[in-house]
């Protein structure tokens, strides 16, 4: 009881698995006599760029030349953060860290109360971005700026003492479950880099802590939507706090945003027919940690039944103000963090953006991680205007959903009220939204009617920052059906990298090109993206989080759980460096026992990579430690930043 998980699969729509369209396009492939190998592992799709095809740069061959200067690392199951010789890894604001108020030291017992865990680095670092102090500017400076941070979730028995109180199924203290809707959420930490390259925290009143409980204001199409109406809101503008903040992104405005990913399982519903903007979401009869079984409006909103006449007065809306992207301008301590309904509403993993073009549309990718889920994109209507667009460009814009087709092309489907496709979808399933608020608010819905393509479970997205080619990882699912014995593939227990471009290298268009760029898993069943089987130097599972360096090379970081970790080949999370020109793929950093590797940022100079560690020790109890991380023998494991630099000073790589 209370513990974690992820949610349960609710998609229950007829539409086509991704593994289908695969399975559909190998078929095509085999019948009309096509060679195997790399097109098999293809799916018989056109590569959108063949990486081992010979390229020049600076007149050198490439196959001479490698863009991995580092030995990789092997697979361990060491209670440490490992990188490769020559490397120095760093861990830095763990959990308790304290960052504003009356900086209250973190207590080695877990003994803070609720009002220091607000004023501290909460728990369980994920998504991060570093903003350099001119980041409005020109973003250049590399020793001095802002680390914008997620907390995604907690490990109750870690967090408190002697573990959570629970009296007859039961929540009994109040502060306690303070301190754990104040553990998530986000932490904004101003960050400076001295003489000899160390980097401190600065106490800073730009330094602060947004929770599971700070106001936010509501934005786009939702906003003052009846569905959005809570006692806490009546007009439906405004809701509390941000939940389950897994990946992050970035504007080119140099705001930071949060993600809202399996904010579900926070609550609860006694109701036994739930609205589909409930059910649809897979809304459950009892919560993960039980908040709701305390008294007191604070709590009370997180039990969704409905108990009153009026839907104003109690907190059956109270989930739809969850599911969303929020923006934060970390440069203001004082501002009210938005979320941005135009965005859609699910379990967002992250957004990223494409590169933006002065008098274009802004663009960004987003996928939602659930098990036979969609990947999505957003078109806003407005023109970037450098130093002149805001978070508003969220607000007015075409929602998509991704279609994969067997061919290798894709499109984009309009989630648009006013379309004449998405209105024709709607009427053949039978299926009415009375406004744009409405579809968005049932984003999940809206996108099977129109037939978006399931997939395994959507993670982060990467835009490579020259050819503009979107990877996404997708990291498992574990219902994919057995259709093909050619594909030993089904179910997906290790997960895989999908990436397209852009018809017209357009991101604003609604047709692409798509193919896999890498098959994760053990070496017999894994390919790499030459197509050839993984090795020693690269095998990995469950891929989750992505990002590219400016140089184009592709890192890629892990989520294996349970017996995947204890008993897969693949030691503990790890973190790979790929490079899309060659397809060379070499392991970087393994993590320490029961951590995920997570959340990415580098300074512009690239001589400082920040990276999350996450739930080291995950299991553990408030007296058995399966991690001592990062504060060694005997001590509670804790989620902290890691800070890895080369020992000569130099770029990372
Ligand atoms: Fe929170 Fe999908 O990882
Ligand atoms: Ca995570
Ligand atoms: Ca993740
Ligand atoms: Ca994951």
């Known amino acids: 009881m209370f ?40 799916g018989g799709l056109p590569a959108i760029t063949n990486a081992a095809a010979p390229a020049t740069d600076r007149g050198l061959p490439f196959q001479r030349r490698t863009r991995l200067p580092f030995g990789a690392v092997s697979i361990t199951r060491a209670d440490t953060v490992t ?40 728990m369980h670092h994920d998504g991060m971005h570093f903003f350099p102090m001119d980041a409005k500017f020109k973003g250049r400076k590399s020793d001095h700026g802002l680390l914008a941070l997620n907390h995604e979730y907690i490990d109750v028995p870690l967090l ?61 199409p939702a906003r003052g939507h009846d569905l959005m109406k809570t006692r806490y809101s009546p007009s439906g503008t405004s809701a509390r706090g941000t939940l389950n903040n897994c990946a992050n992104g970035y504007t080119p405005w140099g705001t930071y945003l949060t993600c809202e990913e399996n904010w579900a399982g926070y609550f609860a ?21 039980g908040w709701e079984t305390i008294p007191g409006d604070e709590f009370q909103r997180f039990d969704a039944t409905a108990t009153a006449e009026d839907f104003r007065a109690d907190y059956r809306n109270e989930p739809n103000t969850f599911g969303w992207i929020v923006e934060i301008d970390p440069f203001d301590p004082d501002s009210t963090p938005v979320k941005r309904t135009a965005l859609g509403r699910f379990a967002h993993e992250g957004l990223v953006f494409a590169p933006v073009k002065p008098g274009w549309p802004v663009v960004c990718y987003s996928g939602d991680d659930s098990q036979n889920e969609y990947i999505y994109k957003y078109v806003s209507r407005d023109r970037y ?28 489907l309009p989630l648009d009220i006013e379309n004449a496709d998405f209105q024709q979808a709607c009427a053949a399933a039978n299926v009415e939204f009375a406004n744009q608020g409405e579809v968005l608010i049932n984003t999940r819905l809206a996108a099977d009617i129109v037939g978006a393509t399931k997939m395994d479970r959507p993670e982060w997205g990467a835009v490579h920052p020259d050819t503009g080619e979107v990877y996404f990882t997708l990291t498992n699912n574990s219902s994919r059906r057995d259709t093909d014995a050619a594909n030993p593939r089904a179910p997906n227990p290790y997960g895989h990298i999908i990436r397209w471009r852009e018809e017209g290298r357009s991101h604003t268009g609604v047709r692409f090109q798509w193919d896999l760029y890498l098959l994760a898993g053990p070496q017999n069943d894994s390919r790499d993206p030459r197509g050839k089987p993984l090795t020693e130097e690269n095998i990995l599972a469950s891929p989750d989080g992505l990002w590219f360096d400016n140089d184009g090379r592709l890192w890629i970081q892990t989520d294996m759980s349970g017996s995947q970790l204890s008993d897969g080949p693949f030691g503990n999370n790890q973190m790979l460096v790929s490079d899309p020109r060659t397809g060379e793929t070499k392991r970087f950093l393994v993590g320490p026992q029961g951590a995920e590797v997570t959340g990415i940022t580098a300074t512009p100079d690239f001589r400082t990579l ?44």
């Not at 229950?12 to 085999?30: E, F, T, W």
């Not at 003489?195 to 409980?213: D, K, M, Y």
């Not at 519903?269 to 940690?289: I, K, M, N």
Request: glycine share 12%; proline share 6%.
């Open 3 to 42: 513990g974690n998980g992820d949610e349960l699969p609710s998609n229950r729509s007829a539409n086509p698995h991704i593994q289908d369209v695969i399975n559909a396009g190998r078929r095509k492939v085999l019948t009309s006599g096509a060679a195997v190998g790399a097109l098999a592992f293809l």
């Open 83 to 122: 990188v490769p010789s020559g490397f120095s890894a760093t861990a830095f604001i763990p959990w308790g860290t304290p960052i504003c108020g009356s900086y209250p030291a973190y207590l080695e017992d877990a003994s803070n109360s609720a009002e220091d865990q607000a004023q501290q680095t909460g």
């Open 160 to 220: 408190h003492r002697n573990g959570a109180t629970v009296v007859n199924g039961k929540r009994v203290d109040a502060d306690e479950v303070r301190k754990e809707i104040n553990a998530h959420g986000v932490s904004i930490v101003e960050i400076r880099r001295n003489a000899r390259g160390e980097w401190a925290v600065l106490p800073s009143a730009r330094n602060r802590r947004i929770t599971g409980a700070s106001p936010m204001r509501i934005e786009g």
């Open 269 to 289: 519903s006694r109701d036994s027919e739930l609205p589909r903007h409930l059910r649809r979401y897979g809304l459950p009869s009892t919560s993960r940690y």
């Open 385 to 412: 205007r450098p130093l002149r667009s805001d978070g508003q460009l969220l607000d007015d814009g075409t929602l998509y959903v991704a279609r994969f087709n067997p061919d290798g092309s894709g499109d984009w």
């Open 610 to 653: 920040f990276v999350n560690i996450q739930h080291p020790g995950e299991g553990s109890t408030s007296t058995e430690y399966t991690s001592t991380w990062p504060d060694g023998a005997g001590r509670r494991p804790r989620s902290a930043t890691v800070i890895i630099s080369r020992d000569d000073g130099g770029r990372v790589i």
